[in-house]
Structures are given as structure tokens and as C-alpha cells.
């Protein structure tokens, strides 16, 4: 019985939160790429295009 309103409540949630929810794993992967001495900002262009295309 509590799984479906669980369920139900996380949906509500997610839905609140709108693209930037989507779009967090894109970020993510992009700012750990960043870090990454001398080739870390061109490798995060794809990543951060993924989060631009999201929004």
C-alpha cells in the first residue's frame, strides 16, 4: 500500500522540479570533466551542450 503513494509522491516531486532534475547528471559529468587538467573544458562542451538542449 505505501509503495504506490511513495511512488505517486516521487513523480509529484520530480515533476516540481522541472528540467533541472533531468539535467543534473549532464552537469555533473560536465563539472567532474572540467577538472581534468588542459583537455577537461574542451571534453565538457558535449556534456554541457546535453544540459543546454535539456533546459
Same mark, same amino acid.
Given at each position: 500500500?505505501?509503495?504506490?503513494? !511513495?511512488?505517486? =509522491?516521487? !513523480?509529484?516531486?520530480?515533476?516540481?522540479?522541472? $528540467?533541472?532534475?533531468?539535467?543534473?547528471?549532464?552537469?555533473?559529468? =560536465?563539472?567532474? !570533466?572540467?577538472?581534468?587538467?588542459?583537455?577537461?573544458?574542451?571534453?565538457? !562542451?558535449?556534456?554541457?551542450? $546535453?544540459?543546454?538542449?535539456?533546459?
Amino acid at each position: 500500500m505505501k509503495i504506490p503513494s !511513495l511512488l505517486a =509522491s516521487l !513523480l509529484f516531486l520530480v515533476s516540481l522540479g522541472g $528540467c533541472g532534475v533531468v539535467a543534473a547528471p549532464c552537469r555533473v559529468t =560536465s563539472a567532474v !570533466l572540467k577538472m581534468v587538467p588542459l583537455v577537461g573544458h574542451a571534453a565538457a !562542451l558535449p556534456t554541457d551542450a $546535453c544540459a543546454a538542449v535539456i533546459d
